[in-house]
């Protein structure tokens, strides 16, 4: 079993190979073009798909030594993402899957992340969750709890009502006048800040349910008036600003996380998505792992942002399932796990 993943719902544009649930390659083609834009720029997004599809697919097969006609199926994202850049994928996975007169798997997105667990390079011995699992997702688009109960048994607990953390993340960064994503910024200078220095507003909300909207807005605020009173304020505070601002969030999910793995008595808990690369976050993973016995489960950071191998994972599972889909399937845009 050969299957090709393809992955491009935003602004990476990646393919996979995965033998017989072993990874052989996963090339990703990122777009520098959205950052002097503070933001992905979507029809800029999908031009960049169209030009990065064709050589990111071509060296996927090579660095796997695969060849075409040697594979079993094809795996794609159908959705959710931007529509213009879903379409690139889409498309492509279906032509190619035409012209070798193979099966196409449609993969959900969000479920690829979660399946990115499952990912195994040769020679890794690392051991997958085991069903049920809970599974924080948390990237620029989403914060959610699933409970993970098979590979195609998923449901999402609790979710943000508003802004995604990521999304909180970026737009701070961008009031700072960093750069973007404000992701990797924000973790590089909350090392070296001191996480008490600020408090910021947390949000009240019911469940398991999220809501990032009021810290953005009393981060804004507050900064606001502290810059009012002196001009080089975010320059002195910066590191603080940062520590302060992941420590607020870090706290805000592990809290639901609790809560859920408490009620539900789970102790079996992963992280993915783009935040999943934080190091604060990943510290309160094995923070809770000490004090509450979890087992945690942390992806390699090649797996937590945007990438094909979880997408051809995905297909693993659904092809021993023949879960294959007809030529006649579009792309969603938006659609729960
Ligand atoms: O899953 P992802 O690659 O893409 C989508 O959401 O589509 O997640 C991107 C998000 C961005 O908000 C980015 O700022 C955030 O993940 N991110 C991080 C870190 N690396 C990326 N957030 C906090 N700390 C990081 N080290």
Request: contains cysteine.
């Amino acid at each position: 079993m050969i299957i090709l993943g393809i992955e491009s719902s935003c602004d990476d544009t990646s393919a996979a190979v995965i033998r017989d649930g072993v990874l052989l390659s996963n090339v990703t083609a990122s777009q520098a073009v959205h950052e002097a834009y503070g933001g992905v720029v979507p029809e800029l997004a999908s031009r960049a798909h169209q030009q990065n599809i064709v050589p990111v697919v071509d060296q996927a097969l090579k660095k796997a030594g695969v060849e075409r006609e040697e594979l079993s199926a094809i795996a794609f994202t159908r959705g959710p993402g931007l529509m213009g850049s879903l379409l690139v994928g889409v498309s492509f996975a279906k032509g190619l899957a035409a012209s070798l007169d193979i099966p196409m798997i449609e993969v959900n997105h969000l479920q690829g992340h979660v399946l990115a667990h499952f990912v195994r390079e040769e020679g890794d011995d690392h051991t997958p969750p085991p069903f049920p699992f809970l599974c924080l997702l948390v990237s620029g688009g989403n914060s959610q709890i699933i409970l993970v109960r098979a590979y195609n048994d998923m449901e999402i607990i609790g979710k943000t009502i508003d802004d995604a953390a990521g999304e909180a993340i970026d737009k701070c960064s961008k009031v700072m006048g960093m750069g973007y994503p404000g992701g990797p910024i924000i973790d590089r200078l909350a090392r070296q800040g001191n996480p008490k220095a600020f408090q910021f507003a947390r949000p009240q909300i019911p469940d398991y349910d999220y809501s990032f909207s009021g810290l953005k807005t009393s981060f804004l605020y507050n900064l606001r008036e502290w810059v009012a009173g002196d001009p080089d304020f975010v320059e002195k505070n910066k590191a603080d600003l940062a520590a302060s601002l992941e420590h607020t969030i870090v706290d805000i999910l592990m809290k639901k996380l609790r809560k859920a793995a408490k009620d539900l008595r789970i102790k079996h808990v992963a992280v993915a998505g783009g935040v999943s690369a934080n190091t604060g976050l990943r510290e309160a993973f094995h923070d809770h792992a000490r004090r509450f016995g979890w087992t945690v489960y942390i992806p390699k950071f090649g797996y937590t942002t945007d990438n094909a191998a979880m997408i051809a994972m995905a297909g693993c599972f659904k092809y021993k399932d023949k879960e294959f889909c007809s030529m006649d399937k579009p792309a969603y845009s938006r659609v729960e796990i």
